[in-house]
């Protein structure tokens, strides 16, 4: 476990809180003492990074679910109906293994994301 900083949160919990939603991730870059840990900065970029992964791939599924409901008589009720959840609890499942790695003292490099988190982290 980390030492707390003079706030009484530890890099730990910081760096969990910061998967909460990129706002906190933010507020983490932004405000001392947690912008001078390596170990928040990388998670809290790994969550901006992951919210910004998250929207840009749900849109372009949404169009492609646009795309094939005008093109096939099921439409979105077809395969799209299944693969939305499927896609959605990725989501979830990939959040959750960050923020408990995060809990755990533990850097949780995403396939591609994770190494553009942790360039931005050491600058």
């Known amino acids: 476990m980390s030492e707390p900083n ?6 730990n919990a910081a760096g969990a809180l910061a998967y909460i939603t990129f706002v906190p991730a933010i507020v983490f870059l932004v405000l001392p003492p947690y912008n001078a840990s390596p170990y928040v900065r ?16 749900d849109i372009a599924f949404t169009m492609l679910l646009m795309f094939t409901a005008a093109l096939t008589p099921l439409g979105y009720f077809g395969t799209g ?12 499942v990939l959040w959750l293994v960050c923020v408990l790695q995060a809990v755990n003292g533990k850097r949780f490099k995403l396939p591609v994301l994770g190494p553009i988190a942790e360039q931005l982290a050491n600058k």
């Open 6 to 11: 003079q706030s009484g949160l530890s890099d």
């Open 42 to 57: 990388f998670h809290a970029w790994n969550s901006i990074l992951l919210n910004v992964a998250a929207v840009i791939v």
């Open 81 to 92: 109906r299944l693969l939305w959840p499927l896609l959605e609890l990725l989501w979830f």
